[in-house]
T-cell receptor, first 114, second 116 residues
């Protein structure tokens, strides 16, 4: 079974600074995908970034990048140049080749302060 | 691509009543998922369909829950004899299976159920 652990229930960051949200995972499947989603207070789940287990390079999407350390089973999300609109819940999730259903962590609430 | 649509957005019901939620996935997506999310937690998997076939049900899905996707398009999730513990956000998501692991799940805005 897959498991995602997000150890930071809440984080604060100053506007325009960078922040790292931690995610560790556990899976017995050698092929898997890691995803980060953002959930604002309005409730929708917004896909941010994807990292495949065999990808050689860390994924980047605009201000989002993923610090993928396979041996340590970690997939931390880095948000550069934080904006007030980044305030939201952030969820890390894993998808394996078997079930193809995402398993989510408990999330990190990020608050960006002006 | 009009996104995943869920109806209703909010539902308040009395304990013991039955409720039904609807999800319309992105039209070309062949996989449809139901998740449940309680306050302060991540979404928990309930069940998923590939086309009209229900391929997996979580043990969270008690006998009072039933989901259908009759023609491989929209899906319904019914909860019979609702209990206060069923109060949660019910999220629907869809994806295009067969394009690799990188295909993300696209979520709807959810249906918030309150059982009084």
């Amino acid at each position: 079974a897959q498991k995602i652990t997000q150890t930071q229930p809440g984080m604060f960051v100053q506007e325009k600074e960078a922040v790292t949200l931690d995610c560790t995972y556990d899976t017995s499947d050698p092929s898997y995908g890691l995803f980060w989603y953002k959930q604002p207070s309005s409730g929708e789940m917004i896909f941010l970034i994807y990292q495949g287990s065999y990808d050689q390079q860390n994924a980047t999407e605009g201000r989002y990048s993923l610090n993928f350390q396979k041996a340590r089973k970690s997939a931390n999300l880095v948000i550069s140049a934080s904006q007030l609109g980044d305030s939201a819940m952030y969820f890390c999730a894993i998808l394996d080749t078997g079930r193809r259903a995402l398993t989510f962590g408990s999330g990190t609430r990020l608050q960006v302060q002006p | 691509d009009t996104g995943v649509s869920q109806d209703p957005r909010h539902k308040i019901t009395k304990r013991g009543q039955n409720v039904t939620f609807r999800c319309d996935p992105i039209s070309e997506h062949n996989r449809l998922y139901w998740y449940r999310q309680t306050l302060g937690q991540g979404p928990e998997f309930l069940t998923y369909f590939q086309n009209e076939a229900q391929l997996e049900k979580s043990r969270l899905l008690s006998d009072r829950f039933s989901a259908e996707r009759p023609k491989g398009s929209f899906s319904t999730l019914e909860i019979q004899r609702t209990e206060q513990g069923d109060s949660a956000m019910y999220l629907c998501a869809s994806s295009l299976f067969g394009t690799g692991l990188s295909s993300p799940l696209h979520f709807g805005n959810g249906t918030r159920l309150t059982v009084t």
